[in-house]
């Protein structure tokens, strides 16, 4: 019966998925497949033959192989590899390069043969990438094809760099990259005009006929793309659905990156659900009244039969009293009071009434955050009375275009001669600027004074920006944490500076509210490290400090995307008004106005983003029949 009732749950599901805690349980165990591999091979006296990948997926299965020969034992002289494919042009020896990853993260710390490592070589002349392809073919094939095939997939659903167009038997080819693919590598690479157009790939022929094929996928960026390779149908359109042919195949996943699937999103339609669980019941509502585009309060017995939640309506039904209940619990999480409503009773409301001057503290990971993502809520605790402080967590100074620095330094030497001051320090300053910037190469570090410029003009932005919502300087902090400040856009691993920077300021300001980012889709990272050090701070102070029982921590969105509607614990309206002044807060903010240098893969600007996704969440909440705001700023409150 167990058996029967898996295979119902997975009926959408067209290959076989495992689905992991998280990444590193998940690492682990593939790992520890690719040494039972090895030993195997080891134990006949053959030759391991691995296909493998790059990127950030397979980088905790290369430590783990690491580990395991460094502790272990285990050997990688029986192992032959072929890498799956490789940016063209590429030096071997640029930082950018999967040569260089493959021997950051693995050749260079076990005991390979390197004569039996094999990456496509991107130094080629073009006339002779053919001919390199078909010898890689025949090399692969002499060893008698790819015993063990690891993959990663691309929001494209590309394997390897097999874009969409890509053919199911397509060899090992020079590709041409898609636009998405190249925004995604553009943090790499300082700019997505860096990002080379092109790309040597092992084909989706080549793939499937290794022995086994074992596809990676973390994080709920690549849910989407997932549930697309997995319940879809077989298309060109997105190449990894071809995996479904195979019979060797298995997706390895987090439980973020499986999040989209049907037997987790939508449970109810593959089996009988828990309805006790208040908040899986509220989604399946919620969905329901999207799905077939009716208020709550209008939905009915048979549309609940109709689309998979009749248990529900059995178990708890009459249908109107689960639609009233559902509508009540939306409602109350609508309020003009993100601070708590004084003299009120707030036994329905998502803030507490007391105290009814709240210090509260914005965190912010860019100098802009704050603004963008719930700009209107922190004008109108400011307006409210609260004692509002905001915290700048990090410079962003790696998103500061070079032309900039140009410009305000001209402007400090014109001021210099202005006032009669010696301004020749500067124009020698200036003047190496010039010089440097036509030299840089992509990521390469600024000069500690072209980064500090950088620093400075996100600086007075955000100075800018606070003020115009209301703060006096004193309640502007920049905490310039130093896990940012390497002057690159790989950051150091978080150390105890970080956690301690931040306890000082929640020590010092001992806030009854916590407002931080919670949007860990972000394309730099960046949101999710600044989340975690506020954590690991209230984490330590709780143990110490009377006041954080009695403190809250709202998480906020920003540009790239909202919580689900049934997540949402506190929906603060925004009038026109209001929606106006938020956007000339985000406007203080000039060096991220049109273009920014990390726009992720949405052209629009962030201040069009902003009112495009809070009125879309207003939009959610009309159509589920609730009263009708010109924008909605919405928070999911974080129980630590």
């Not at 089996?271 to 208020?295: E, H, M, Y």
């Not at 600027?433 to 007075?460: C, H, L, S, W, Y």
Request: with cysteine; glycine share 6%; hydrophobic share 40%.
């Amino acid at each position: 019966m167990a058996r029967l009732n898996l295979l119902e749950e997975t009926r959408y599901e067209k290959l076989p998925v495992s689905v992991y805690g998280n990444q590193q349980e998940a690492s682990l165990a593939v790992a520890g497949r690719i040494a039972t591999l090895i030993r195997d091979k080891q134990s006949k006296g053959e030759q391991a033959v691995l296909g493998l990948a790059t990127g950030v997926t397979p980088i905790k299965v290369y430590a783990e192989l690491v580990r395991l020969h460094k502790e272990e034992g285990l050997s990688f002289k029986n192992v032959t590899t072929f890498n799956l494919d490789e940016y063209f042009p590429m030096k071997p020896d640029a930082a950018q390069s999967y040569v260089t990853f493959m021997y950051e993260n693995l050749f260079s710390h076990i005991d390979i043969d390197k004569a039996n490592v094999h990456i496509p070589d991107g130094t080629l002349d073009k006339d002779e990438v053919a001919a390199f392809c078909l010898e890689y073919e025949r090399q692969i094939e002499e060893l008698g094809g790819l015993d063990f095939q690891l993959l990663g997939i691309g929001r494209t659903g590309h394997i390897g760099f097999n874009e969409p167009g890509s053919a199911p038997n397509s060899g090992t080819r020079l590709v041409t990259l898609d636009d998405l693919t190249r925004s995604d590598a553009a943090r790499d690479f300082g700019g997505k005009a860096n990002v080379p157009t092109k790309a040597i790939t092992m084909g989706i022929g080549t793939i499937f006929k290794a022995r086994e094929i074992i596809l990676m996928a973390w994080s709920a960026k690549k849910a989407p793309i997932v549930k697309k390779a997995v319940e879809g149908e077989i298309s060109g359109e997105v190449p990894a659905t071809y995996l479904q042919l195979s019979d060797n195949v298995e997706f390895v996943l987090d439980e973020d990156a499986a999040s989209e699937l049907t037997r987790f999103d939508t449970p109810w339609l593959v089996k009988d659900c828990s309805w006790d669980d208040n908040i899986l019941k509220k989604k399946a509502v919620i969905w329901l009244a999207d799905t077939i585009g009716k208020p709550v309060l209008k939905l009915t017995e048979e549309d609940y039969n109709n689309h998979g939640m009749a248990q529900l309506a059995v178990e708890q039904g009459p249908v109107y009293n689960i639609n009233i209940d559902i509508f009540n619990q939306i409602q109350h999480t609508i309020t003009g009071w993100p601070g708590g409503k004084p003299d009120a009773d707030d036994s329905q409301r998502p803030e507490r009434a007391l105290p009814a001057k709240k210090r509260s503290i914005i965190f912010s990971p860019h100098p802009d955050d704050d603004v963008i993502s719930m700009g209107g809520t922190f004008i109108r605790l400011v307006d409210q009375g609260h004692d509002v402080h905001v915290a700048y967590q990090t410079s962003g100074n790696t998103a500061v275009w070079d032309d900039d620095v140009l410009r305000y330094m001209e402007f400090a030497i014109d001021f210099t001669n202005s006032i009669g001051e010696d301004s020749g320090h500067l124009a020698k300053l200036y003047e190496e600027m010039r010089a440097f910037f036509p030299q840089k190469q992509p990521n390469q570090i600024d000069t500690r004074e072209i980064r500090n410029v950088k620093g400075f003009i996100r600086k007075t932005e955000a100075i800018s920006g606070a003020r115009y919502a209301g703060l006096p300087d004193s309640n502007i902090h920049f905490m310039a944490l130093p896990f940012y400040e390497t002057g690159k856009t790989k950051k150091n691993t978080v150390g105890e500076e970080d956690i301690q920077l931040t306890i000082d300021l929640l020590q010092k300001i001992k806030p009854q509210q916590i407002f931080a980012a919670g949007d860990f889709a972000d394309p730099n990272g960046t949101h999710l490290v600044c989340f975690n050090i506020i954590l690991a701070a209230l984490a330590r102070l709780k143990e110490t400090e009377e006041w954080v029982k009695d403190c809250w921590l709202w998480m906020y969105r920003g540009a790239w995307h909202e919580f689900p509607t049934h997540e949402i614990e506190m929906a603060v309206p925004l009038s026109p008004q209001e929606v106006i002044r938020k956007r000339n807060a985000i406007f203080k903010h000039q060096s991220q106005k049109d273009r920014p240098v990390f726009p992720g893969d949405d052209a629009r600007e962030f201040w069009v983003r902003a009112e495009d996704r809070t009125s879309e969440t207003a939009k959610k909440y009309d159509q589920l029949g609730l009263a009708e705001y010109e924008a909605i700023e919405a928070f999911v409150r974080y129980r630590f």
